[in-house]
């Protein structure tokens, strides 16, 4: 059951990360397919006006598209095996298997080639010969635009957020014999719809915002290159936001899968730190091994700080709890305590509170609940007092709740003062050590497992519980497929900007053909790339950060309780996020700099003569 609950979450996980990429993808290939855009609609009108049918061009379309959908759907299934291959080596690629992903990809790339080519089509049918062949057309507004979906999508994702964040509704699964997940539809609402109306957002501004402040900073009489550039930037305002928002949402999905693939990891980590309590546990025998248990791990070369506890039980009414003795002023020193472990306060007041407290007692909220129990209530308890081997009332306070604890039992545990607590037990002393490692976890513990071999004690250490934890959806290894989409993500942003800066070359180049011929340098034209492609890369930048971060937040909310425990804040990944904007930066700057290599080349008298 429990295999088949991750495998559900893993799912899950499929949907929320590689689906926003694949679509991002088909954005980028939006971009390239505006590069001919506008020819193909004057070459598409002069062949009907040389007698080409409607049934000729759809034709024409059809066998464009079945081209480019076998060359791109081989290809991309191909890279796509050989990733797999690469970063999980044991998956199984039957024949059968890969058949069938290299027709799904080609009927994919079929499909959308077949959309562009075949709407490009109806588009100039639609029109007169005469219109079709027109370098410039007037269109009005789409119905979305009229009716405000891009921000009504961005209103909605941020209601439903609101809604799972005050609610605490998350995935769970249903542990019976057949496991299901049970989801509801409108978690998958809440990014889709923040990337779906970001891009629309981006849409609807068209470079109006940039050409704004262009204007304004370049002044209206300015002639000098800087105003000739902002001036440039400014007519060229759609053109930097369709940049803008591929480059922008390339780098944005990086940053939400790189930030998210990081927390994922860190909570796994985590998730066993809890369940163990430290870099190295040492558990004595019941009754307590005393003091002398402590002294001779701290001794042991490779510990660099000891925490210990005194583990034993107590009765709440009828149930048999676990109960922590520990000593809340430096229970910190070799083990880890996270806000999300308590409810209703933070670690740190939770550990004050206690340490203010003589019999003080943090009690799970599974019992707080079912005893109506509230802070500064009076609990009675039994315990062993182990001197008269006889059950003993004794009474604590409570002082707060505690969900989570290093150690402790997932169900009803409590948390109490180690010196109260052996004060009304009689124990001899901490019969729990954990263990802060400087090297090697497992080595150390073999050394410490050597020196308290005498007291019959038992050592783990953290790599053991790592490979050991199933409670989780940390238990599903991202690693395989993040690293692929790092990977990707990191590709397709050096492309979107090679792409941008090429599609830039392409529609200006009269433009340029002429300055050059009216004495322009080229270090004057190659001012107007530089331009265009930093202004696309600074604002993609900035995009990428606000929505990364804000895509992050919802898709760990969204898991809030699948993680154990919660993670307390995001894990920047910041060698990751550097390389990614590198990546961009190198590509941009590489992508200019051939590209005015390329028009220093050109014949300018063939280039002015095109029509």
């Known amino acids: 059951q429990t295999t088949a609950g991750d495998a559900l979450y893993a799912e899950a996980l499929y949907i929320l990360l590689a689906v926003p990429g694949a679509l991002i993808a088909l954005g980028l290939a939006y971009l390239a397919a505006l590069g001919t855009v506008e020819r193909d609609r004057r070459d598409l009108a002069l062949l009907r006006s040389r007698g080409a049918t409607r049934r000729d061009l759809l034709a024409m379309a059809l066998l464009e598209s079945a081209i480019v959908g076998l060359l791109a759907g081989v290809i991309g299934a191909g890279l796509g095996t050989v990733a797999l291959r690469w970063r999980v080596g044991s998956v199984q690629l039957t024949p059968a298997r890969v058949a069938a992903v290299v027709a799904a990809c080609v009927l994919l790339a079929f499909a959308g080639a077949a959309a562009a080519r075949i709407g490009a089509c109806i588009d100039v049918l639609r029109a007169s010969v005469s219109e079709g062949r027109r370098g410039i057309r007037s269109r009005g507004k789409p119905l979305w635009q009229r009716l405000w979906l891009d921000l009504l999508a961005l209103a909605v994702s941020a209601g439903i957020y609101w809604l799972t964040v005050s609610t605490g509704f ?26 779906i109306g970001s891009a629309l957002l981006l849409v609807r501004l068209r470079g109006r915002a940039l050409a704004w402040l262009a204007a304004r900073a370049g002044g209206s009489r300015s002639i000098s290159m800087r105003g000739l550039l902002l001036a440039s930037a400014g007519r060229r305002g759609a053109a930097i936001n369709r940049g803008l928002l591929v480059v922008g949402l390339l780098l944005a999905f990086g940053v939400n ?37 402590a002294r001779r791990v701290a001794s042991v070369p490779g510990i ?24 809340a002023a430096g229970f910190t020193a070799a083990t880890t305590l996270r806000d999300s472990y308590f409810v209703g306060s933070s670690a740190a007041q939770a550990m004050a509170a206690l340490q203010a407290t003589p019999d003080g007692i943090l009690v799970s909220r599974e019992t707080i609940t079912d005893y109506q129990l509230g802070v500064g209530d009076l609990l009675r308890l039994r ?11 004794a009474p604590f306070h409570v002082v707060g709740v505690v969900q989570e604890f290093p150690s402790a039992p997932k169900d009803s545990f409590m948390v109490t003062n180690r010196a109260y607590l052996q004060q009304v037990t009689h124990d001899p002393g901490p019969n729990v050590v954990f263990a802060k490692a400087g090297g090697d976890p497992a080595a150390v513990a073999a050394r410490v497992a050597a020196t ?25 290894d991202l690693n395989g497929i993040s690293r692929i989409e790092q990977l990707f993500a990191v590709v397709l942003a050096a492309a979107a900007m090679a792409l941008f800066v090429a599609l830039s070359m392409a529609e200006r180049r009269h433009e340029f053909a002429a300055m050059t011929a009216v004495g322009a340098s080229l270090r004057d034209v190659g001012a107007f790339l530089w331009s265009e492609a930093a202004m696309v890369l600074g604002a993609s930048l900035a995009l990428a950060a606000g929505l990364g971060w804000l895509l992050s937040e919802m898709l760990v909310a969204m898991l809030q309780h699948v993680f154990d425990p919660p993670p307390d804040a995001l894990t920047v990944p910041w060698q990751f996020l550097i390389e990614l904007g590198l990546a961009a930066i190198v590509s941009g700057v590489l992508a200019v700099a051939l590209t005015l290599r390329v028009l220093g080349r050109m014949r300018l008298g063939a280039i002015l003569r095109e029509q």
Do not use: C
């Not at 998350?170 to 990337?195: E, H, I, K, R």
């Not at 250490?461 to 959806?473: K, M």
């Open 170 to 195: 998350s995935a769970v699964v249903n542990p019976d014999s057949n496991p299901t997940l049970s989801l509801s539809v409108y978690m998958f609402f809440a990014p889709a719809l923040l990337w």
């Open 452 to 476: 308290v071999k005498p007291f019959g004690a038992s050592v783990k250490n953290i790599q053991q519980q790592v490979e050991q934890t199933t409670s989780s959806i940390t238990t599903v």
């Open 257 to 293: 899968l790189g930030i998210f693939t990081a927390t994922y990891d860190h909570q796994s980590m985590v998730d066993a730190q809890l369940t163990l309590g430290a870099d190295v546990a040492v558990s004595g025998p019941p009754g307590g091994a005393g003091p002398e248990l």
């Open 304 to 327: 660099t700080a000891t925490t210990s506890l005194d583990h034993s039980y107590a009765y709440v009414g009828p149930d048999l709890q676990d109960t922590y003795g520990i000593d």
């Open 383 to 393: 315990v062993l007092d182990r001197l008269t081997g006889k059950l003993t009332v």
